[in-house]
């Protein structure tokens, strides 16, 4: 199915530079009391009070082949749709597909395993697909649009960071990299497990992580890469960051195969986009340039907390099944720009 596609998964997306361009003339959300989170600072999902103690949390997420197997391919779209609720401290409550398929060309039973992946990705997170729209299309597309709920008290913005706050990474990186190598034949069979197995783990943390008050921000690294998403929680929280390059977790393999030259288009174009705004130290290969802008696709959250509470952050991945979480950097007073070490 890749073949049927000029991109794949989360590294679709428009440039982050280009789509500041085409919204930047959009009218604003502000004016709307109960619209607690809207499109002001490129936050995960869009949140509406409905009461004091209740919020319906509201997202869409799609995108072309990542994988040629359609059930996989399913999955993943799903499970990274459903990231965006999480990553605001929701629970999802339900879900409507979004299928763009290429009729002529796609056997019906390869649709139907896209759309078993997708229920099969909704099912393991308790919730149902309730419907949706289609659409015959030339390139296949397939998402949901997710609605969850989340108490107003607990909404977790990407724009609350504070000075000092230490940053979690609950997701090895490389997920574009690995695709990149697979339309290659690069990637043998325990990448490719990895690759499936990293992009269809639900972030269901997120919920939990909210009702840490010591856990202030939160969003989840997807096709802007990880400096292109702590970027927004720079720009909206008006502070700096450094990384801790050595201590960010990579997928088996990620390293060697960027050293080589695998990469995506979308990695070169986030660092168009945002370049300027980092400053890597000279010690630093080229590959971790293209490692820190990789765009992942259903990648994992990224948590900005009081030092204290890191523990306990750590802590709530590991039940959930998340084994690579680590400390990689904290948010610094001054510009909103990131310093990798």
Request: glycine share 10%; charged share 20%.
């Amino acid at each position: 199915m890749t073949s049927l596609s000029h991109g794949g998964g989360c590294g679709c997306k428009i440039a982050p530079g280009v789509l500041a361009q085409l919204l930047a003339e959009c009218a604003p959300s502000a004016g709307y009391a109960d619209l607690l989170v809207g499109s002001d600072t490129s936050d995960d999902a869009a949140v509406y009070r409905l009461n004091e103690r209740q919020a319906i949390v509201s997202t869409t997420d799609f995108f072309m082949p990542i994988v040629d197997d359609p059930f996989d391919f399913g999955r993943i779209a799903a499970t990274n749709a459903l990231s965006d609720i999480y990553a605001m401290g929701g629970r999802p409550l339900f879900a409507l597909a979004l299928l763009a398929m290429p009729i002529n060309t796609l056997s019906k039973q390869t649709i139907r395993d896209i759309l078993r992946g997708g229920e099969t990705a909704c099912r393991e997170a308790g919730i149902p697909i309730a419907g949706g729209h289609s659409i015959d299309s030339v390139e296949p597309i397939y998402g949901l649009a997710v609605t969850g709920v989340v108490d107003p008290d607990c909404v977790k913005r990407n724009s609350r960071a504070r000075a000092d706050d230490v940053l979690i990474l609950g997701k090895p990186l490389g997920v574009g990299i690995f695709s990149a190598a697979l339309k290659k034949d690069l990637l043998d069979e325990v990448g490719y497990r990895a690759l499936i197995e990293t992009t269809t783990q639900l972030n269901v943390p997120g919920e939990e992580l909210a009702r840490i008050r010591g856990v202030h921000a939160m969003t989840d690294i997807t096709g802007f890469g990880l400096l292109g998403h702590l970027l927004e929680v720079c720009r909206g929280s008006r502070l700096g960051a450094r990384l801790q390059s050595e201590r960010i977790a990579l997928l088996p393999g990620a390293r060697a195969l960027a050293r080589s030259g695998v990469a995506t288009g979308a990695s070169a174009r986030n660092w168009q986009s945002y370049g300027r705004e980092v400053r890597l130290a000279p010690h630093l290969a080229l590959e971790m340039q293209t490692l820190l802008t990789d765009p992942q696709t259903s990648g994992g959250l990224l948590v900005a907390c009081d030092p204290d509470e890191a523990s306990t952050v750590q802590a709530v991945f590991a039940r959930r099944g998340f084994l690579h979480t680590h400390v990689i950097g904290k948010m610094v007073e001054g510009a909103a720009e990131i310093e990798v070490e």
